[in-house]
């Protein structure tokens, strides 16, 4: 009776909303993990299967039941010959649940294998107001010998179909070779006959590892995996057995366990919407900022509008970087960049003096001393063969290398290797003062199958992502915690949700000009938020409105002018661009993202957000080579009763209408030539 009085107020609450939480029913050993948004189920079945029962939106209504056709569980991991999944019987032998932070719950659930060869604990965790699940699993091996975990799921969801037709949604990374990519959109009709749709995500993988799916009726999953290295993604439907089916795996996984030791699956997640790819994408872009991301330096100042050497390429020198510091400063720059060519040789991680009479830490005083940050590129993965390192040390090399500017690769899971490195970038920060470190090279998880290092030579893939890159990073951040990280593999090709808890922004594409600027961030702004789109504009582009409102939507804007050449006329437009950019840049990043229109060669395109904190909405629409003067935007996502502001950048003309006005009789902008772009500002009144 005390039990149905709790449900009944649970079920009166429960549209209200309410906080993360979790509980065990001990009679039919039922977990119930939820909040107001989402409530997941898990049994262990009296014969002792682990198993997903449900998972449900609370707000729309949806569910997602398991087939009855295809039982399915959370445990999915092969370790030795040994399979864990639906079909293997397990114990209870402890439950618990932690408070984690930002507010939210870690429900952990250790089984004991019924063969007695392992323990595996599930783990699980929903946080307040986000219609999310993350989870993991951590086995313990209990045979008597050291055994390879050699497969993992980290997506292990099949679901009944509900006799619907599905819709599978992925964006490209930024990729020049073998295929030019630069973050397209993918939207695909799910095959009934069992035809997987692929992600190939990770480093140097062709997509950003996030996948979207839904149904007919709208009902859709969004999913996630934290991991940098290569995994193949797959979702597919088989209409006759009724059910859609995920499945994510680490390739070439053999992670050596020993005896008694212990390895815990890369967490992933599954998150619930209800409507288009830009609700799937704000959902996971709201989690990913609450959850997982690296907090931005400073919300009001981020993204910053820096400025990047490569103007110059690997021919920087002193006086000419002083130059465009003092320029640089007087336009509102706040973050300044040495890019490669600084150092004696990529792995030679000393200041050219030759380029450098008064050394780097001079330049760094200098830019420091008008009120910027300072830089640095840092090439970690990379060595050039005639470097002290290499020469000291010719086995550091990864067995593949992938050719970025002469210099090899290295192997950053070997261990002396990567104690090296992290003592060389802790030594570069301290010696040159730097406040940001633009992580580059070419592919940042290498493959090595070497014998002579201290991985095992069949694990390259997660021990070169974990062990190597993962571990530096987090080793040198963890001793120098004030300094921010962007990343960068000459381009976008890293595009992960592991990738978003260590650096504070990733480049998009590289500098690769207005038009591919706009589609890598209207593609890269369906999974990250606007903060991960990064841009360089390169001095190729022009200056002018068309070239600086390609830059005005997304994360940093870095420009990469020869500031010290431009005219005076020049500089005074570029500050004052600078500073429309910085007066919009906290409503965008704050905001959901409306795709509206993506950008072609002869069309007009448009990016809108809209931010629910401040009732704000903001759009920047540009006209390429196409023959239409003006064009008619019509907002998404305002308040239909709301009354609001509408002024423009360039046009005079200002609008007070209501949202349901503004959303159906559209706002006219006008873009009077080909290639010139306008920014559209709605306000809450
Ligand atoms: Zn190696």
């Known amino acids: ?130 219609p999310v699940l993350r989870y993991s699993l951590l086995y313990r091996n209990l045979t008597a010998s050291p055994v390879y975990v050699s497969w993992i799921n980290m997506l292990p969801w099949t679901f009944d179909d509900a006799g619907q037709g599905y819709t599978a949604f992925r964006v490209n990374q930024w990729s020049v070779d073998p295929n030019a990519e630069d973050f397209e959109p993918l939207e695909t009709t799910l095959d009934p006959s069992g035809a997987p749709v692929e992600v190939d995500s990770g480093a140097d993988g062709q997509q950003c590892g996030w996948l979207a799916l839904r149904d007919e009726n709208m009902r859709g999953v969004f999913a996630g995996w934290e991991f940098d290295g290569r995994v193949k993604t797959t979702v597919r439907q088989l209409s ?260 978003v808890k260590s650096y504070v922004t990733s480049i998009t594409n590289d500098a690769s000009g207005s038009l591919a600027s706009r589609r890598a961030v209207y593609g890269a702004t369906y999974p990250f938020s606007p903060r991960y789109a990064d841009r360089y504009m390169p001095d190729s582009d022009g200056l002018d409105s068309y070239a600086t409102g390609s830059y005005m939507f997304g994360g940093n804007w870095a420009l990469m002018n020869s500031l010290a050449d431009l005219t005076p006329d020049q500089v005074a437009f570029l500050g004052q661009q600078i500073g429309v950019y910085k007066s919009q840049r906290a409503d965008v990043a704050a905001g959901k993202v409306y795709h509206i229109l993506p950008p072609a060669d002869n069309g007009t395109d448009v990016i809108q957000s809209y931010d629910p904190a401040t009732d704000n909405a903001i759009a920047v629409v540009t006209r390429a080579d196409s023959d239409g003067a003006s064009y008619v935007f019509y907002p998404l996502g305002l308040v239909p009763v709301q009354r609001y502001a509408v002024s423009f950048a360039n046009d005079p003309s200002i609008y007070l209408q209501t949202g349901a006005q503004l959303m159906q009789g559209g706002v006219p902008v006008q873009l009077p030539t080909p290639y010139s772009s306008e920014v559209v500002h709605i306000q809450h009144q």
């Open 1 to 130: 009776m005390r039990n149905a009085v709790i449900l009944l107020l649970m079920a009166i609450a429960a549209p209200l909303g309410f906080g993360a939480q979790s509980f065990l029913d001990p009679s039919q050993n039922t977990w119930t993990i939820g909040n107001g948004w989402i409530s997941a189920v898990f049994q262990l079945s009296p014969d002792g299967y682990f198993l997903t029962q449900q998972i449900s939106d609370l707000q729309s209504g949806d569910q997602w039941t398991t087939s009855p056709n295809r039982p399915t569980s959370p445990v999915r991991l092969q370790a030795g010959t040994d399979v864990f999944d639906a079909q293997r019987p397990f114990l209870l032998l402890d439950q618990y649940i932690q408070t984690v932070n930002p507010s939210g719950v870690r429900q952990y659930i250790v089984l004991q294998d019924l063969y007695s060869a392992a323990q595996i604990t599930v783990i699980l965790e929903v946080y307040d107001n986000q």
């Open 240 to 499: 006759s057995s009724g059910y859609v089916q995920f499945s994510s795996t680490v390739l070439d996984l053999n992670h050596p366990v020993p005896l008694s030791g212990e390895f815990q699956t890369p967490y992933a997640f599954l998150g619930l919407f209800h409507g288009d790819w830009d609700e799937a994408g704000y959902r996971t872009q709201r989690f990913s900022e609450a959850v997982l991301a690296k907090p931005a330096p400073d919300a009001k100042t981020f993204p910053y509008v820096a400025w990047d050497s490569w103007a110059y390429g690997e021919q920087v020198e002193e006086q000419t970087l002083m130059d465009n510091a003092d320029v640089a400063a007087s336009l509102g720059v706040e973050l300044f960049i040495v890019d490669l060519g600084w150092a004696r040789a990529i792995g030679d991680w000393y200041e050219d003096l030759t380029k450098f009479p008064h050394g780097l830490a001079a330049l760094s005083y200098h830019v420091h001393s008008l009120g910027m940050k300072f830089g640095l590129h840092f090439a970690l993965t990379e060595a050039d063969p005639a470097s002290p390192v290499l020469q000291a040390n010719p086995d550091w090399t990864s067995t593949e290398s992938d050719g970025y500017f002469g210099a090899v690769s290295l192997c950053l899971s070997n261990q002396p290797t990567r104690d090296w490195l992290i003592q060389e970038g802790i030594r570069i920060i301290d010696q040159y003062n730097v406040d940001w470190i633009l992580q580059d090279g070419q592919n940042m998880v290498k493959q090595c199958t070497k014998t002579t290092h201290t991985h095992d030579p069949n694990d390259s893939n997660y021990s070169n992502a974990v062990d190597g890159l993962n571990a530096v990073v987090s080793a040198i951040q963890a001793a120098r915690p004030n300094v921010y990280w962007e990343n960068c593999e000459d381009g976008g090709s890293m595009m992960t949700f592991n990738m």
